[in-house]
């Protein structure tokens, strides 16, 4: 019998692979890839401006059409890009999935989201911590003689010390 190597933790994609297939798919995502990687297909500038809502296919099966949401003022840029963003995607499937693109827009403001974003807000960069906090932490973290550990525990104080002083 083989023991399992994970000591009861699994990765968070395994335990969520399942439900992002089924919301995908009542959505016509048959490859969630379209979904998850949506800037990595199309590119970041693209991904910021618009995301994919939906796949039809259509009554005879020759390919699907895929919905993009954007705002508004963004529609007309997309438009013009509408053949190539259809090239990418289907260079993620790996055939002639998509045949068709129909590009959907809302206002600036959504009715219950308040803003309609499409990029994930940047990541906040944190203030450097002063000399004193940096003094403090070295201080504590001294009598520790592996280098590895040492340093992980005089971050984790730095850390801890900068969080507390604000």
């Not at 906040?124 to 940096?134: F, G, L, R, T, Y």
């Not at 403090?136 to 525990?153: F, I, K, N, S, Y």
């Not at 971050?155 to 604000?166: F, G, H, R």
């Given at each position: ?8 933790f ?30 990595e ?14 796949i039809?296919?259509?009554?005879q ?19 013009m ?8 995607v ?24 308040g ?8 990541k ?11 003094r ?18 005089e ?12």
């Open positions: 019998m083989r023991k399992s190597s994970y000591k009861g699994q990765r968070t994609s395994t335990l969520l692979r399942d439900r992002i297939r089924k919301a995908g798919e009542t959505r016509g995502f048959a490859v969630t890839k379209v979904l998850t990687h949506w800037s297909i199309v590119g970041q500038e693209t991904a910021a401006i618009c995301k994919p809502v939906d039809k296919y259509g009554r099966g020759f390919g699907a059409t895929l919905t993009l949401l954007t705002t508004g003022a963004q529609a007309p840029m997309l438009e890009q509408k053949e190539q963003l259809r090239q990418r289907n260079s993620a499937y790996g055939y002639n999935a998509i045949t068709r693109m129909r590009i959907t827009q809302t206002a600036p403001t959504g009715f219950s989201e803003q309609a974003r499409f990029a994930p807000e940047p906040q960069i944190k203030p450097e911590p002063s000399a004193e906090v940096k403090e932490a070295h201080e504590m973290a001294a009598p520790v003689q592996d280098t590895g550990l040492r340093d992980a525990l971050q984790l104080a730095s850390n801890v010390l900068s969080k507390s002083k604000t």
